[in-house]
């Protein structure tokens, strides 16, 4: 049994919070000896839950693992994350998924729910098994070629229909490969200066605005990825106007940074889509606060060092986001007055666990619910760097940043993940696992 | 000046001074013994990680003018071609105690990257990134412009009122981009003729005017119509249907070198696709400045080098 004293709800409102055997129970009920946080000043928020992140496991363990990569969700308030499938082998079979998914069950630091490929080895050809992935012990709810867009109009058409038969939904990378073939940056004024070859706008918007008329047409749901462009939030506010069911995620990072960022090659910055003009980061905080942009995703991506200190062109796209996202969503939103702590809980866990089918998120803080929690310190402030980062890269393009808030306490189905800001070990967290958590 | 990176950020007064210093190597290049003490025991090295026998050889030269000794290290047959990194290669050579390295990459911003990194303490002189910046280039362009129009009353000059027109594939052109900052920094009104598949989106914020016909920017007989050099394989990815249309729409022929007033100056940084960009008559002709642009590259980056490597007399 632990009480919470003093914390400060989403809503504003102050109240006391017990957790007994992995879920939130009446805090008049805790007995007066039960050990007590005390969190006054501390913000509750519901476990954050991912629904783009790149865990790297199996294939490229010397970027992440699904124990550092779910130590970096811990350190950054989230409780469940959503594991991209390029993997390799690829998660396009059953065997994959189930066994992305027990490594998350091992470790204990965070649910892990193993996105599924939308084609065999995200090559775009013919559908994987999807059927397969949805029916094994993965449950597996999410089908996505993230890195590559399913770019034949005819496979996405074929994709979106099989996925409904298992209450499924298609996430959309959203990029033209011919409109993008050697693209380094945005292009715009900053790339023609720059001499890096252009990712236009255009490429993400026209394939955000085939998939939703293919949406529309065969009923489906239609994810859509780190939408990073002001036309693409145009589109898809044109299509939920319409009533088409589409969802999007904006990234932290597209959030906060600009294409201006690149001026000094510095790789840190180099990112798929890429960062943008400041008038498409305006558009996105902008469609984020109206609902547009339905949530937040990180898409987490690590890359060991090598891959990052070289010239732009030779180097990978991607940055660490989950042990940042919190803090950068705070300064891109709620320091903005865009978004309060109520919509913060919205973007960053209760939707995206909706859109992933992850039960156990709609009713935060209620008696019965599974206790997932991040408590947040909103009035501290720090240099982020190095020390921050608990999975196993640094690419993150925020070192050096001064960023607002910190992560004191998480809970992952009551377990506590990190204590008075410090990521609790490793075999410590597996023995208090809750064997029993499966998701449903 | 600890490195040359880019035109972009570099200063008219700095530009120059770079230019003055080209006057007086220009003048040791035309005595019998070619060759000034300055750069004794230094070392430079050429790190040529993209094929460029005409820039090597200009830098080659340029630096052993100085008395420095050289090193030549170049993509092919070196542990780079058998996948060793720019890191690698670069804390390699500061082991060696380089003291000056000339960098040719295919990547554009590479010795940017380089000069950041605190791989490398060495001056870093950019050769050619990508299709960033080629800032030598611009430089001995600059220089040979000046030269033409004002010979030995050269020094201390701008090129202020001169009209440049610059044709072709300005996208891919690291030459391009390189001359659109030093020209303009220099005083002179810069033009950008070419299709519009070859002008960068985003250019339209360059200090430039833009236009996609040749004809009529020949007809204004501008002081400087400078032919860039337009790849084949371009064709492939749809920049422009043939050469037989290019050359028409783009080259300079032999019909319009005969409408260009005599005092124009033809240009082209080379090596010439004679019967595309440019005709073998405008290439031959009087008003090409084709050679003397290779003879003035040895002595601007003679300056370069200097400036780079060698103590400042007046103790900046």
């Given amino acids: 049994m632990l009480r919470i004293t003093g914390a400060t709800l989403p809503d504003g409102t102050r109240a006391d919070l017990a957790i007994e055997d992995g879920r939130f129970v009446e805090p008049a009920d805790a007995p007066r000896r039960a050990r007590t946080i ?39 308030g989230y409780t ?19 066994q992305v998914q027990a490594l998350g069950l091992r470790a204990g630091y965070a649910t892990v729910r193993p996105i599924g490929a939308v084609t065999v080895g995200l090559k775009g050809e013919r559908l994987a098994e999807i059927g397969a992935m949805a029916a094994s012990r993965a449950q597996v709810r999410v089908f996505s070629d993230d890195g590559m867009c399913v770019s034949d109009p005819l496979l996405m058409r074929r994709a979106l229909e099989y996925v409904t038969t298992f209450g499924g939904v298609v996430a959309q990378h959203a990029q033209d490969p011919r409109l993008t073939a050697g693209a380094q940056m945005n292009e715009g004024e900053v790339s023609a200066r720059l001499g890096l070859a252009g990712w236009p706008a ?7 605005a085939r998939d939703v008329l293919l949406a529309e047409h065969v009923g489906a749901r239609l994810h859509v990825c780190h939408v990073s462009t002001a036309g693409a939030v145009e589109v898809i506010r044109w299509a939920k106007a319409r009533g088409i069911r589409v969802t999007a995620e904006a990234t932290p990072h597209h959030l906060l940074l600009t294409e201006a960022e690149a001026a000094g090659y510095d790789a840190r910055f180099k ?3 890429p960062l943008r003009r400041s008038e498409d980061v305006e558009a996105l905080r902008a469609g984020l606060a109206d609902g547009t942009i339905d949530i937040v995703a990180t898409d987490h991506a690590p890359h060991p060092a090598e891959a990052k200190e070289c010239a732009w062109a030779e180097a990978a796209n991607g940055m660490v986001g989950l042990e940042s996202a919190l803090s950068v969503v705070h300064a891109a939103m709620v320091d903005g007055g865009l978004l309060d702590w109520g919509g913060v809980a919205r973007v960053m866990s209760r939707t995206p666990a909706r859109i992933g089918g992850l039960r156990g998120y709609g009713a935060a803080f209620e008696p019965g619910a599974p206790a997932h929690l991040a408590l947040y310190d909103p009035a501290a402030s720090r240099e982020f760097g190095l020390g921050d980062l608990r999975g196993r890269s640094a690419n993150s393009p925020y070192l050096g940043r001064t960023l607002p808030g910190r992560i004191v306490h998480v809970f992952h189905r009551g377990v506590p993940t990190v204590a008075d800001g410090a990521l609790r070990p490793a075999d410590e967290v597996a023995a208090a696992r809750r064997l029993e958590e499966v998701p449903a | 000046m600890k490195h040359l990176l880019s035109t972009e950020d570099l200063p008219r007064e700095e530009a120059l001074r770079i230019l ?14 070619k060759k000034l003490p300055t750069l004794r025991g230094r070392t430079v090295v050429n790190l040529f990680l993209e094929d460029s026998t005409r820039t090597r050889i200009s830098f080659e030269v340029a630096a052993k003018r100085l008395s420095a000794d050289v090193i030549n290290f170049s993509a092919k047959g070196s542990s780079v071609s058998k996948g060793e990194s720019l890191k690698d290669t670069a804390q390699t050579l500061e082991a060696m105690g380089a003291d000056g390295v000339v960098i040719r990459h295919g990547a554009s911003g590479a010795p940017q990257t380089l000069a950041a990194s605190g791989w490398i303490t060495a001056g870093i002189v950019n050769a050619g990134d990508g299709t960033h910046e080629h800032p030598t280039q611009a430089l001995l362009d600059a220089f040979t412009i000046r030269r033409r129009l004002h010979g030995a009353a050269s020094r201390g000059r701008g090129l202020d009122g001169v009209g440049v027109t610059i044709v072709g594939d300005v996208l891919h052109s690291r030459v391009a981009r390189s001359n659109v900052w030093l020209l303009t920094a220099l005083g002179a009104r810069v033009r950008l003729v070419g299709p519009a598949t070859l002008l960068p989106v985003g250019a339209a914020s360059w200090p430039v005017e833009i236009g996609y016909d040749l004809d009529a920017a020949v007809a204004e007989a501008p002081d400087v119509l400078m032919m860039l050099r337009v790849q084949s394989e371009r064709m492939r990815d749809a920049f422009f249907p043939g050469e037989r249309e290019y050359s028409r729409e783009w080259g300079l022929t032999d019909e319009r070198l005969s409408k260009l007033p005599p005092t124009t100056m033809v240009m082209h940084p080379g090596p010439m696709n004679r019967g595309l960009e440019i005709s073998a008559a405008a290439a031959d002709s009087p008003a090409s400045t084709v050679l003397e642009q290779v003879a003035n590259g040895v002595s601007v980056r003679m300056a370069v080098l200097y400036h780079l490597l060698a103590a400042d007399p007046r103790g900046e």
Avoid: K
């Avoid at chain 1, 594991?83 to 059953?94: H, I, K, S």
């Fill in chain 1, 38 to 76: 005390d969190a006054a000043g501390l913000i509750a928020l519901p476990g954050l839950v991912d629904l783009h992140t790149h865990l790297r496991e199996p294939g490229f363990e010397q970027s992440e693992t699904v124990l550092t990569g779910t130590q970096a969700a811990a350190a950054g």
């Fill in chain 1, 80 to 98: 469940a994350v959503f594991a991209m499938a390029n993997t390799q082998p690829v998660q396009d079979t059953a065997g994959v998924v189930e």
């Fill in chain 1, 202 to 208: 255009v490429a993400e918007e026209s394939i955000i």
């Fill in chain 1, 271 to 273: 990112v798929n889509p």
């Fill in chain 2, 20 to 33: 003055d210093t080209a006057e007086d190597m220009a003048d040791v290049s035309g005595r019998e013994v």
